[in-house]
């Protein structure tokens, strides 16, 4: 069990500063800001974070500043959750993890390179919450359970664990009920998934789909998911990530679609049978543009 959480004095960043809030909300164990002593990096009892030179899950140490400079982008908060089996579901979900790895390894700088934008505007995503958040820690040097900023970060790390929890179940439970479908159009197929209506219904379908499409990297070849309709008997069909080939705002006039969005991202049908479900999609299809990429 562990009975402490050491990091780094001074200046505090957002890896370490998550990091910490992930060991908070799984040990719930006070957080004390200074150097190690050899006899805590050797304890699995004291979890050091982003210092110590050591990368030893077993004994609960977690620092990356000793990797080699071609060592992949990597910070505090990669290595407590890989430790705790949650890397690569972060990783897909969390679309903050692989900038801050970029941040914390690189600078900002070489990230904001990485990001292909200006380094200004590294800065202007930075918000009051964020530099609050920071100075207040950087500025603590112990940080006991019950203390107001040790439980506004056990609810950050709550919040993030709990996400990546759902996120899995979703994944699991799309995995078990999805159908993969590739609906023949003319000289084109267009690909689908779709989640069938179960009881009980899995909280929020779209996104369970989605998740489980991003989980087995099918991004570049679905075009549109089909899932229940949380509001009534029938089902919901949407262009995945905006997929440039579909409308549907094309068959709002349709009698059994009952809403179709004016941008044309989804609507909303009554129909359940598989035949007529895809016949919307076509109806919603525009063929792809001679030599463009249909996906770009």
């Known amino acids: ?23 908070i909300a799984k040990h719930g164990v006070p957080v004390v800001r200074r150097l190690p002593t050899d006899e805590e990096l050797a304890d699995p009892q004291v979890a050091v974070v982003d210092i110590g030179g050591v990368h030893d899950p077993e004994r609960m140490n977690f620092d990356h500043h000793h990797f080699p400079r071609e060592h992949a982008p990597t910070c505090a908060l990669s290595l407590v959750l890989e430790h705790l089996g949650l890397y690569e579901d972060a990783l ?12 914390d390894s690189r600078g900002p700088n070489k990230t904001a ?8 505007a590294v800065s202007q995503l930075n918000s ?12 603590t040097t112990e940080l006991p359970p019950g203390d107001t900023l040790y439980e506004y970060m056990r609810f950050v790390g709550e919040d993030l664990l709990e996400f990546l929890r759902v996120a899995r179940e979703r994944i ?60 009534g008997a029938g089902y919901g069909i949407g262009r995945y990530e905006d997929h440039p080939q579909l409308d549907f705002s094309k068959v ?45």
């Open 1 to 23: 069990m562990v009975r402490t959480i050491l990091t780094h004095p001074g200046g505090a960043h957002k890896d370490d500063l998550l990091a910490v809030c992930v060991l």
């Open 92 to 103: 897909r979900f969390c679309d903050w993890l692989e900038t801050a790895e970029w941040f």
């Open 113 to 120: 390179q990485w990001l292909g934008v200006s380094r200004r």
């Open 128 to 139: 009051p919450i964020d530099i609050t958040l920071l100075r207040r820690f950087a500025r």
């Open 172 to 231: 699991d439970f799309a995995a078990a009920h999805v159908e993969r479908w590739s609906i023949a159009h003319g000289d084109e197929v267009i690909e689908a998934v779709f989640l069938p209506r179960t009881d009980p219904l899995v909280d929020e379908p779209s996104t369970a789909v989605g998740n489980y499409i991003r989980a087995n990297e099918l991004d570049s070849t679905i075009a549109a998911i089909v899932y229940p309709d949380r509001r």
């Open 252 to 296: 709002e006039g349709e009698a059994d679609v009952h809403f179709a969005h004016k941008s044309g991202f989804m609507c909303k049908t009554s129909a359940s049978d598989s035949t007529r479900l895809k016949a919307l999609i076509v109806g919603a299809w525009s063929p792809a543009k001679s030599g463009a990429d249909p996906v770009a």
